[in-house]
């Protein structure tokens, strides 16, 4: 196999990582908007982070051994930890207020994210066609929220806060993936979740704070309470969907060039559109459907149209 098959073949893995992740990220996302409205967000991710966390350290025993978790680049596993914390918990947030499929639309600002920094902080190569493909992406996205113009509120900026979050520890995430294991990432992302989290519990778990009447803040400040009869299941079920989400999504953007991984981001939209019709009777409309179209179009033209070109990671030309 040749270099320039062999580096196709990475990426096309590295893809395949994405849309199992992302997969796994909006199943997610349909059970804690199923228990939004029973538990504060905080105590649904520490319960998550603690029963995924086991299944994360056999993964990185497996891959590369728990002796790979001992890195010299701690500082920058724990910022990113951080990062992704914000990330998710402003989604989360947004979740509870606005429809599935509209949050995720706003979260695919991600992508344009991604793809305008990754030049500056990657060195990584963007061409024509592919800035084309990713504006018509995005203004599929436009489409698709243009169902919920009517009832937009303050709460759209937790899922566009989120995204920027998001591409920021991602691109992060490619930078030390040059050295760094998928699993060992996930470990420490898992790690920080549940730190915060935790400490979220210890400052406003009480639920003294919980005097507000919007869905975000009081999924944010409702006291923690012991999870009833089947809620304990699906916060398992959030915990493994986590651990496959966080590595998959990790050998992703290991795998493929950023600006490819990021496009793949999309496929969560159709996901998040059934999700939204099957379990909370929204049905989308033909913009929707014409949204989710343009998305798709957009992915495909990206992957197959024009060729990767891979840069060296800034810092790391070896």
């Not at 270099?3 to 395949?16: F, P, S, T």
């Not at 409309?285 to 990206?302: E, P, R």
Request: glycine residues 10%.
């Amino acid at each position: 196999m040749t270099d320039d098959q062999h580096a196709r073949q990475r990426q096309l893995i590295g893809v395949a990582f994405m849309c199992v992740g992302v997969f796994a990220f909006t199943f997610q996302d349909l059970i804690i908007k199923g228990i939004s409205g029973v538990y504060p967000a905080h105590e649904i991710v520490f319960i998550r982070t603690f029963l995924s966390l086991p299944f994360t350290l056999v993964i990185a025993h497996f891959e590369t051994g728990l002796g790979r978790l001992k890195t010299p680049r701690l500082g920058a596993h724990l910022l990113r930890g951080i990062v992704l914390f914000v990330a998710y918990t402003t989604y989360y947030l947004g979740i509870a207020a606005l429809p599935l499929a509209m949050a995720v639309a706003i979260s695919f600002a991600a992508p344009l994210f991604i793809t305008a920094l990754a030049g500056p902080l990657l060195d990584e190569k963007v061409g024509k066609i592919r800035w084309f493909a990713v504006l018509l992406g995005f203004m599929g996205v436009l489409i698709v929220m243009k169902d919920g113009l009517g009832t937009l509120e303050w709460a759209v900026v937790l899922p566009a806060v989120s995204a920027f979050c998001y591409a920021l520890a991602q691109l992060h995430g490619r930078h030390i993936g040059a050295t760094e294991s998928a699993s060992t990432m996930s470990v420490y992302i898992n790690v920080m979740f549940f730190l915060l989290s935790g400490l979220a519990g210890l400052i406003i778990g009480n639920g003294d704070f919980a005097q507000w009447s919007h869905p975000s803040l009081t999924f944010l400040l409702r006291a923690w309470t012991w999870p009833q009869g089947n809620d304990l299941l699906l916060m398992l079920g959030c915990g493994v969907a986590a651990t496959i989400g966080i590595y998959c999504l990790g050998q992703g953007y290991r795998m493929a060039e950023a600006n490819l991984a990021a496009i793949f981001e999309y496929t969560a939209l159709p996901w998040a559109i059934l999700w939204g019709f099957l379990f909370f009777s929204q049905l989308p409309g033909l913009s929707t459907l014409a949204g989710v179209g343009l998305v798709v179009f957009a992915g495909v033209v990206i992957a197959f149209r024009e060729r990767p070109r891979r840069a060296p990671l800034r810092g790391n030309e070896a």
